[in-house]
Structure formats: structure tokens, C-alpha cells
């Protein structure tokens, strides 16, 4: 047998950053975001040996370990491994050896939650094998204590919860790690009419998001007016996202997003830089209306609305820079795990 699973990336459309501790514990967090459909897979097959074999395909890494109660973190595999260790300590030894086997459709740094959604991944398919009794809170939530936690990584929460429920969510972020996770009903032809006018763009460069959250943290601690204030202003975003994608005020989005990122940039240092600035500029001038950079920022995804048909002018304006535009579709389905 082998237990496979897949968990799908996602686009955070607004609210970004407010889902990081501390300022969630003290404010309470808002994100709006939909996932796409680029993926983190995962697939274990046991073996009739005492060995452990992590793959990471899309990274070509491989390496073996005998089996024990903790493998080491060492700075290969770390979330393979950081996954296999809380598993263990948590439900118990695994019924054998065992290949897992992973690949993501977007490389790390690149904006999408591709860490944190391929932890979602590894989590489905240990639960696949070990008929684990979770339900997608909990699997969002293991995944937060493992990479928040176990393993130490800078971060907010919304990654973990995008990747588990799937769709187009408005998520709720208080003290205590307590989530709320609101699936917004959007009707089919705004999704069509967003999807259509959303270009993601990769500026061909990845980033360590850790570094930037890590200055957004202590920003909030050290009690930084002008950030804190801007994180509330990108709480706002969100409920001002959602009401616009609720009512079909598909045209104000470019709007929202262009307030949003000016915010954004406010947060911390190294969010934006001169060339993504540069990227963003080029693309309003050749008719989108407000974009955003994915993710804690600094490289990676960029997004842009482009209303009317003005997509084909922002593509041919920004071949001078060197990324790529990927097309998706929004999924509504998150976490999906099988055995074959």
C-alpha cells in the first residue's frame, strides 16, 4: 500500500501579517485568502526494513535514517523529520520503515505557505497510514506546534489553516492559539472575474521569511506605533476584502489590494524592496489597479488586478524583469488524503 496526500498553496488576498504572535494575542488577527491550485504532495510506503527515507523530489534531497523513537534535526528534511518526531511522541511508534516522499509545485520563499502546506501534507499522510483520528482543525493546529514550536520557525498561523480547510476563508486569529475559520459562500462569477483579472507573477527570487517576520515581532513588542498601526489598518483590508468579494464589488479589488500594500510596507523592513517596488509601479502604469507581495515579502509571488483586459498590457510591461506569470485556478477543497 501507499498512503498519499496533497494540500493545496494559497493566495492571501488580505490581511497578511495580522495571523504572527504577538500582535494576534493582543489585537486579534483577521486574513482573507483562497487556495489555488498549486500543491504540496506527500506519499509514504512502508518498508520491510528498520529504515526511515525522506525524498524531498522538487529539491533533489534524499537521505536515510535507522529508526528511532527521535531523528535528529540537523538542518536536513527539517519538517519531514520535525513531522515523524512529533508524530511518534504524540500517538506512538509508526507500524514500520517507511519511504515518505514528498514535492511542492512552488519552491520555499516564494510567498504561497509552500513550508507550512507541505507540513499539512507530511501530517494527512501519516494520518493516512495510521488511520489518525483528526479533523482539520487539529491537523492545522499540529502543524502550527510543530513549526512554531518543535522546530522554532518564525510565522504566523494562517498557512497551516489555508492548507487543511481550503477555499476561499476568512480567518479569525485571538490569544491562546484560538482560530475561527469562516468559508465565505462567493458566487461562481465573482470567483470567474477575480480569477480572470488576479495575475500571480514570480519575481524569480525566493526569500527567508523568517527574517522579516522576526522584525514584524518585534516590532509589536517594542510597542512600534507606526507598525502596529499598520497592521490594524490590513485587519480593516480584510473585512473590507471580504465585503467586497461577498457583494460582487469585483472592481474596488485593485483598490483594496494598492491600500493594503502601502500598509504592508509599513510593517517591517525588507517587506518591498527597490526592484519589487519598481515591478509594482511598471504594473499600475500599464493599467492594474493595486497588486500585493505574497507572503511575509522580500521576493517570491506578486499579485496584481488587472480589470477590463488590461492583464495582456501588464504581462508585455513587465517582460523586462525577468519573472514569470503562473496560472492557477482557486480550489475549494483543502487537505485530501487516499491509500492505493
Known sequence: MIYRSKAPLRLGLAGGGTDVSPYCDIYGGAILNATISLYAYASIEPLHIPEIILEARDRDEITTCAMTEELEIDGELTLAKGAYNHIVKKFGPVPSGFRLTTFVDAPAGSGLGSSSTLMVAILGAFAEWMRLPLGEYDIAQMAYDIERIDLAMAGGKQDQYAATFGGVNFMEFYADNRVIVNPLRIKQKYLFELQNNLLLYFTST???????????????????????????????????????????????????????????????????????????????????????????????????????????????????????FRHYQFTDHGLSTWSI
Open 206 to 324: 525566493s526569500r527567508l521569511s523568517s527574517t522579516i517576520i522576526e522584525a514584524q515581532t518585534k516590532n509589536v513588542k517594542e510597542k512600534n506605533e507606526k507598525s502596529i498601526e499598520a497592521m490594524h489598518q490590513l485587519k480593516e483590508q480584510a473585512a473590507m476584502m471580504k465585503e467586497a468579494l461577498l457583494k460582487g464589488d469585483i472592481n474596488n479589488i485593485g483598490s483594496i489590494l494598492d491600500y493594503g500594500f502601502r500598509y504592508k510596507k509599513q510593517m517591517a523592513q525588507g517587506i518591498s524592496n527597490t526592484s519589487m517596488d519598481a515591478i509594482y509601479e511598471e504594473a499600475l502604469a500599464a493599467g492594474a489597479t493595486g497588486g500585493k507581495i505574497s507572503g511575509a515579502g522580500g521576493g517570491g509571488f506578486m499579485m496584481f488586478y488587472c480589470p477590463a483586459n488590461t492583464r495582456y498590457n501588464v504581462q508585455k510591461a513587465l517582460q523586462q524583469f525577468g519573472g514569470e
